[in-house]
């Protein structure tokens, strides 16, 4: 579903990737962990289409990427990849249906349709009564579920997470991995990467970066009980 093959990037001097290959299946669910400035949110950057790699290959879906235009990359993003961010960046001045809303618009569907989408989707992480209501106005756990309905408002194949609960607090935390693993259930691809073991442990598999390389890849076996489990400690 993604793979990224010797992957390059570099700021000025200063090599932020050190060629990364990586494959991720379909269904497939990779936790990318390691130190701040490591290069884990510039490899998803790159295998989202946010930023073009400096040397390599970005392939989404068996179609290469990283060569595309900024519209052709703007309609991947747009079909393909939902993104959700620690800072979570909604829009202030939009409401909760109004930002989950914001992506379908983009992608030219009807207003209607878009706002029935919006509204199933936080009737689905269980937001449906806190719809019209602003950001300011919703906690932080509540916004990072507002998020991650907006990154599934134009069902993408794949959903790339970056620190999804890292401003959380534990109980959001479950809220929001119970939600990913939902997804999961039903066969979406998923890259998340954070500095929290716990949440690295519900994966399939855990990559371990330092200066922009991978340094270790550990594969999972455990089915859903299991990540249910894992989850469930989360909250003691």
């Known amino acids: 579903m993604l793979r990224g093959h ?28 390691g130190p701040s400035g490591c290069g884990k949110s510039t490899l998803l950057h790159l295998l989202g289409g946010l930023q073009r790699p400096t040397a390599g290959e970005v392939w989404a879906n068996g179609r290469r990427v990283d060569g595309l235009s900024e519209r052709a990359l703007a309609k991947l993003r747009q ?28 992608a030219g569907q009807p207003p209607a349709g878009a706002r029935r989408r919006a509204g199933e989707l936080l ?17 932080g756990g509540e916004r990072q579920r507002v998020a991650v309905a907006r990154a599934l408002s134009n069902a993408p194949l ?4 970056d620190e999804p609960t890292g401003n959380l607090d534990s109980a959001a935390t479950v809220d929001v991995l119970r939600l990913l693993e939902s997804l999961r259930s039903e066969g979406q691809t998923q890259v998340i990467v954070t500095h929290d073991a716990r949440v690295a442990a519900t994966a399939d598999r855990l990559i371990s970066m330092r200066d922009g390389v991978f340094v270790e890849e550990t594969r999972l076996t455990h089915g859903t009980g299991v990540r249910l489990s894992r989850l469930a400690g989360l909250e003691s």
């Open 6 to 33: 010797d992957l390059h990037m570099t700021y000025g001097l200063v090599p932020a990737l050190a060629g990364v290959d990586l494959e991720v299946a379909p269904g497939e669910t990779v936790a990318v962990m």
């Open 79 to 106: 079909s393909t990849i939902g993104f959700v961010f620690q800072a979570f960046h909604l829009v202030d001045e939009l409401t909760a249906v109004e930002n989950v809303e914001l992506p379908a618009l983009l």
């Open 123 to 139: 009737e689905r992480v269980g937001l449906a009564d806190l719809a019209g209501r602003l950001p300011a106005a919703l906690s």
């Open 158 to 161: 794949v959903v790339l997470a």
